[in-house]
């Protein structure tokens, strides 16, 4: 392909994004394929000659799109959305084309200074303290995983990564039972282990750890000869939006001299909206490390999760390594890459400034707001019908909810709902139950798309009944 082709094509499928995207709402939500069908339409050989570009692209949409769920769907309301606003989109179609691998600040300068004053703008945004910094991850759970990594090396002396953890007895980590499962995985690969992660019991009506048992557990591991490295608390947790009281929990931590992490991945976005931080952003800023995902709910396009750190020494102590051909000559200057695990860093930053300039802060919180009031008063319309239990109450647009019936019939009406295709949900579980879950956060949804939800619940309970 030359460059002339380059723009035709581009052009091409500029038009048939905007296409696809005016028509989404046609679209049955989740692919209506099954397990096997796009491998089946693949060649199992790879091509020996070239394909014309028209061939590929109709290939594209043959075998591709029947496959592809619709996460952009206005009446995608699983998981947590992982938004893409048109102008964060034409920002990764530039990173794109020039193509930096941006891991040093000689390697592209915009990007690295971008980045610095980006991660600034989010701060001022979220009402951090002065002097927060950070940097953009990929996704929440890299931050995560970084943010073990330090509670470990700070816990050890700085001797984990030169020693190893062998003789390093048992360190543990605390964190609530409603923790996504990223912080499982942090554990396991950190290398400090399942059993070391000691989950405490949750309390109230925001569900939060239990900072009583929480100091319980770390006096008693302490007594055992343990050695407690640090607390993982959450705002907005993944199953139903469970949030901790961050002040109690940096409480204990400051107590113990704990490395204290703070998982917002979902709901962070929330608190560039001054009346819902209190009470669910109370402490966030005497917190070692934040994690939030501009990606979920803030509408910049995949990959771009943001990490604060109020001490960012404490990270590059654990993370930095600095061969001969990395170094930068005779200028002081940050280099990301030595903040984080992956050493080859996209131009994230980019898309933030895009989107922020192109709606302001005012035009993303409207979003916010609307999602969150719409979000209740669907949560009010399903309470008031008879075959409907409010399981959890709304945590800013997340509820849950179950219909008559054991755990399997809550799993049957997700997927006859799924199969129907024109709303998308999950299941979760809450004190042993199966539970529906309705996250409402799609960038380019309407109250008419999540009043919808109610009729189309209604409608297929009362088919299966």
Same mark, same amino acid.
């Given at each position: 392909?030359?460059?002339?082709?380059?723009?035709?094509?581009?052009?091409?499928?500029?038009?048939?994004?905007?296409?696809?995207?005016?028509?989404?709402?046609?679209?049955?939500?989740?692919?209506?394929?099954?397990?096997?069908?796009?491998?089946?339409?693949?060649?199992?050989?790879?091509?020996?000659?070239?394909?014309?570009?028209?061939?590929?692209?109709?290939?594209?949409?043959?075998?591709?799109?029947?496959?592809?769920?619709?996460?952009?769907?206005?009446?995608?309301?699983?998981?947590?959305?992982?938004?893409?606003?048109? =102008?964060?989109?034409?920002?990764? &179609?530039?990173?794109?084309?020039?193509?930096?691998?941006? &891991?040093?600040?000689?390697?592209? =300068?915009?990007?690295?200074?971008?980045?610095?004053?980006?991660?600034?703008?989010? @701060?001022?945004?979220?009402?951090?303290?002065?002097?927060?910094?950070?940097?953009?991850?990929?996704?929440?759970?890299?931050?995560?995983?970084?943010?073990?990594?330090?509670?470990?090396?700070?816990?050890?002396?700085?001797?984990?990564?030169?020693?190893?953890?062998?003789?390093?007895?048992?360190? @543990?980590?605390?964190?609530?039972?409603?923790?996504?499962?990223?912080?499982?995985?942090?554990?396991?690969?950190?290398?400090?282990?399942?059993?070391?992660?000691?989950?405490?019991?949750?309390?109230? =009506?925001?569900?939060?750890?239990?900072?009583?048992?929480?100091?319980?557990?770390?006096?008693?591991?302490?007594?055992?000869?343990?050695?407690?490295?640090?607390?993982?608390?959450?705002?907005?947790?993944?199953?139903?939006?469970?949030?901790?009281?961050?002040?109690?929990?940096?409480?204990?931590?400051?107590?113990?001299?704990?490395?204290?992490?703070?998982?917002?991945?979902?709901?962070?976005?929330?608190?560039?909206?001054?009346?819902?931080?209190?009470?669910?952003?109370?402490?966030?800023?005497?917190?070692?490390?934040?994690?939030?995902?501009?990606?979920?709910?803030?509408?910049?396009?995949?990959?771009?999760?943001?990490?604060?750190?109020?001490?960012?020494?404490?990270?590059?102590?654990?993370?930095?390594?600095?061969?001969?051909?990395?170094?930068?000559?005779?200028?002081?200057?940050?280099?990301?890459?030595?903040?984080?695990?992956?050493?080859?860093? @996209?131009?994230?930053?980019?898309?933030?400034?895009?989107?922020?300039?192109?709606?302001?802060?005012?035009?993303?919180?409207?979003?916010?707001?609307?999602?969150?009031?719409?979000?209740?008063?669907?949560?009010?319309?399903?309470?008031?019908?008879?075959?409907?239990?409010?399981?959890?109450?709304?945590?800013?647009?997340?509820?849950?909810?179950?219909?008559?019936?054991?755990?399997?019939?809550?799993?049957?009406?997700?997927?006859?709902?799924?199969?129907?295709?024109?709303?998308?949900?999950?299941?979760?579980?809450?004190?042993?139950?199966?539970?529906?879950?309705?996250?409402?956060?799609?960038?380019?949804?309407?109250?008419?798309?999540?009043?919808?939800?109610?009729?189309?619940?209604?409608?297929?309970?009362?088919?299966?009944?």
């Amino acid at each position: 392909m030359n460059w002339d082709d380059f723009s035709d094509w581009g052009a091409k499928i500029s038009q048939w994004a905007a296409d696809y995207h005016k028509g989404i709402r046609d679209l049955p939500v989740r692919a209506q394929t099954k397990p096997g069908d796009i491998a089946a339409l693949l060649s199992s050989t790879p091509p020996e000659t070239a394909d014309a570009m028209d061939t590929i692209m109709a290939d594209f949409e043959r075998i591709v799109m029947p496959g592809i769920t619709h996460w952009q769907h206005p009446r995608f309301f699983a998981y947590f959305p992982s938004n893409a606003a048109p =102008p964060s989109m034409l920002a990764d &179609m530039l990173t794109t084309t020039v193509a930096a691998q941006c &891991m040093l600040w000689q390697t592209s =300068p915009a990007a690295t200074e971008m980045e610095g004053v980006m991660v600034d703008w989010l @701060r001022q945004a979220l009402g951090l303290p002065d002097g927060t910094s950070g940097c953009i991850q990929d996704s929440a759970s890299s931050a995560t995983l970084s943010a073990v990594l330090t509670m470990r090396e700070r816990a050890t002396g700085w001797r984990g990564n030169r020693e190893g953890l062998s003789a390093m007895g048992r360190l @543990r980590i605390y964190c609530s039972e409603e923790v996504h499962s990223s912080i499982d995985r942090a554990c396991w690969v950190a290398g400090i282990g399942q059993e070391n992660l000691v989950k405490i019991p949750t309390q109230g =009506p925001h569900h939060a750890m239990d900072t009583a048992a929480l100091t319980a557990a770390v006096t008693s591991d302490i007594d055992a000869g343990h050695t407690p490295a640090g607390i993982i608390a959450i705002t907005g947790g993944t199953s139903i939006g469970a949030c901790d009281d961050l002040s109690a929990v940096i409480e204990v931590a400051k107590t113990h001299d704990l490395y204290a992490h703070l998982d917002a991945a979902w709901a962070g976005s929330a608190m560039i909206c001054p009346e819902f931080r209190d009470p669910f952003w109370h402490g966030a800023g005497d917190f070692d490390s934040i994690v939030f995902n501009p990606h979920k709910w803030l509408g910049a396009q995949f990959d771009c999760s943001v990490q604060f750190l109020r001490d960012p020494s404490q990270q590059l102590n654990t993370l930095k390594i600095e061969p001969e051909y990395l170094k930068t000559s005779g200028q002081a200057v940050t280099n990301y890459s030595e903040w984080t695990i992956p050493l080859g860093r @996209r131009f994230r930053a980019l898309k933030l400034w895009f989107l922020m300039r192109a709606y302001g802060l005012e035009g993303l919180r409207d979003r916010i707001r609307n999602h969150v009031a719409w979000a209740h008063a669907l949560c009010d319309i399903l309470r008031a019908q008879d075959h409907i239990e409010i399981v959890t109450e709304p945590m800013l647009s997340l509820f849950s909810f179950r219909v008559p019936g054991d755990d399997a019939a809550q799993q049957r009406l997700v997927d006859a709902l799924n199969n129907d295709g024109r709303i998308y949900l999950t299941q979760g579980m809450y004190q042993g139950r199966k539970m529906i879950r309705f996250s409402v956060g799609q960038f380019d949804c309407t109250r008419d798309d999540v009043m919808m939800a109610a009729d189309v619940i209604t409608e297929i309970w009362k088919a299966q009944s």
